[in-house]
């Protein structure tokens, strides 16, 4: 059980931070939480490389979250190409936003770019890791973190206008010239 | 390379430098440094990256999470398939209901069933065969029931009255059509064994529609089969509808 323990301490807030940014509610992402430490406990040992766990127990925690929205409404399309290129490049003024105002902005993302941003900014997770995780190709992981960060600030933007705050933009200081 | 496939690449370099020696990024960075406004965009993205990473940091989990992680494990820690006891219990189980299957097998009518319950039974049978494994071992038939409400898997909110009493064995889920199935193994006082298969209505085929149970001989199973709410219920047991009886009326 201490082995089990070590594991649980070491990685039940970053697997709940996961499963909240995936899930509706708080208690759903304490479930699933739950639920993948569980599968760890039954089926963990057949993991030959322990080194693996971290990786084992964010793909198991992702699969049990697909496996329960499997019958619910499908993702909405996106079409990033919609989005004006100028909205693109304007930073939201993060600082001005808490930490709740955040979590809500990256829960708003849709469902396929949201999982890689989370463990891009909740867990540090490289390209490679998230590739794994997720299993899709790693250009699919660029593609998806590229296009989740522009949706990202575009929702981060709208809490922001809708506090009234100054937005700062990368273009401002040289306005029309094209660096892309 | 051009800044927007530079962009592209760098959309997955992370805030705190970690894959500065990665070579995947390394023309993306010298075009950093060769143009300055791809570097001042870079130099903004790196902070935006980092800030964002600094607020989700907070996020804290329940403070009851880690206990009830620990506690629930403990609780539903499987009971050790190869101890002796269990091992001589499911033998003589498994004897006793082929004993039973073979006397009655010339009385057998063979009606057909629904998908999910013809499943359902080659389930059970992969499971005393040792085929295959229980989701959770516990004798306790309460907690198999809070195992399964836990995971949204299909249950009873209380067990048939004359199943209650009884120990369990474990319990398992499967697909079936894209409707998860659970199926809950117990022990009869008689040593033989005794299963409560439930799914949700809409997987049900016109036998299983009533409220009423509708007992079928099918082979050595005997099964009853019944409806109730948006629920519908499976009992089988490998013996005879008479064996059966008892635990459905």
Redesign the interface.
């Known amino acids: 059980m201490t082995d089990f323990q070590d594991l649980v301490d070491r990685q039940y807030t970053a697997l709940f931070r996961f499963a909240l940014s995936l899930s509706r509610s708080e208690a759903e992402a304490a479930d699933l939480t739950q639920q993948t430490f569980f599968l760890w406990a039954s089926k963990g040992h057949q993991l030959r490389d322990t080194s693996k766990a971290k990786s084992w127990l964010f793909t198991t925690l992702y699969r049990e979250f697909l496996g329960r929205r499997r019958h619910e409404v499908r993702f909405q399309k996106i079409e990033l190409d919609d989005a004006r290129e100028e909205e693109m490049s304007i930073l939201p003024n993060v600082n001005a936003l808490d930490s709740a105002a955040v979590l809500q902005a990256l829960r708003e993302v849709e469902g396929p770019f949201r999982a890689p941003l989370t463990l891009f900014y909740l867990e540090q997770f490289s390209y490679q890791e998230i590739a794994d995780v997720l299993e899709v190709p790693i250009g699919t992981v660029m593609s998806r973190l590229s296009r989740g960060k522009a949706l990202l600030r575009q929702r981060l933007l709208s809490k922001e206008e809708a506090l009234g705050n100054k937005i700062v933009s990368f273009q401002s200081k040289k306005k029309g010239e094209s660096h892309g | 390379m ?3 496939e530079a ?3 760098l ?2 370099y ?1 805030p ?1 430098g ?2 500065a020696s ?1 070579q ?1 990024f390394a023309e993306a960075l010298n075009q950093v440094r060769r ?1 300055p ?2 570097e ?2 870079f130099g ?2 790196v902070a ?2 980092a ?3 600094e ?8 403070p009851d ?2 206990e ?3 506690a ?3 609780v ?3 009971l050790r398939w190869s101890s002796p006891l269990l091992r001589w219990a499911v033998a003589a189980a498994v004897l006793m209901a082929a004993i039973v299957g073979s006397l009655t097998l010339r009385e057998m009518t063979r009606p057909r069933l629904s998908g999910w319950q013809t499943q359902g039974l080659r389930t059970i049978t992969s499971l005393v065969d040792g085929q295959s494994s229980f ?1 959770v071992h516990s004798q306790s038939a309460r907690q198999l029931v809070n195992w399964l409400q ?3 898997a299909p249950v009873a909110s209380k067990l048939p009255r004359n199943l209650e009493t009884l120990n369990s064995l474990g319990c398992k889920t499967f697909l079936w059509d ?1 409707e998860l199935v659970s199926v809950i193994c117990l022990t009869r006082p008689d040593g033989g064994l005794i299963h409560l298969v439930i799914t949700k209505a809409s997987a049900a085929s016109d036998l299983a529609r009533r409220n009423e149970p509708q007992l079928v001989q099918h082979g050595q199973w005997a099964t009853a089969t019944w409806r109730e709410g948006e629920m519908i219920y499976m009992l089988a047991l490998e013996g005879s509808r008479d064996q059966l009886r008892t635990y459905v009326l």
């Open positions: 051009d800044n927007r962009k592209f690449i959309s997955v992370r705190d970690q894959d990665d995947r143009d406004m791809l001042r965009w903004a993205s935006f990256d800030t964002i990473a607020k989700l940091r907070v996020i804290e989990a329940p999470l880690r009830n992680i620990l629930g494990v403990k539903s820690r499987p989701d836990t995971n949204r894209q």
